[in-house]
């Protein structure tokens, strides 16, 4: 059974900077995608940044340039770090990563006000 674990939310100012880390347990077998969410109060949930086997990455329109993900070469840990962090960046962050089975975290809950 594959658990994942986020941790590295907080509180912080506008313009700061967070990292949020994903820590992977359990068998993991080829993995097709390894991704950062997140949920704002009534909203959906939505993708932030997503990581591929080899190395390819995406990032929302909303986040490029601020958001950088990244994996441990063994996959046992995603990582979302965040700069520049403005206050419609506040949410609930939920790792997921798909081998064929899709696993979610719990999420970590990011705020950014003054």
């Known amino acids: 059974q594959v658990r994942l674990v986020e941790s590295g939310g907080g509180l912080v100012q506008p313009g700061g900077s967070l990292r949020l880390s994903c820590a992977v347990f359990?068998?993991?077998?080829?993995?097709?995608?390894m991704e950062w969410y997140r949920q704002a109060p009534g909203k959906s949930r939505d993708l932030v940044a997503s990581?591929?086997?080899?190395?390819?990455?995406f990032y929302a329109d909303s986040v490029k340039g601020r958001f950088t993900i990244s994996a441990d070469s063994d996959k046992t840990a995603i990582y979302l770090q965040m700069n520049n962090l403005k206050p419609g960046d506040t949410a609930v962050y939920y790792c997921?990563?798909?081998?064929?089975?899709?696993?979610w975290g719990r999420g970590t809950q990011v705020t950014v006000s003054s």
């Open positions: 997921y990563l798909n081998d064929g089975t899709a696993y």
């Open positions: 359990g068998s993991i077998f080829s993995i097709h995608s």
């Open positions: 990581i591929l086997p080899r190395g390819y990455t």
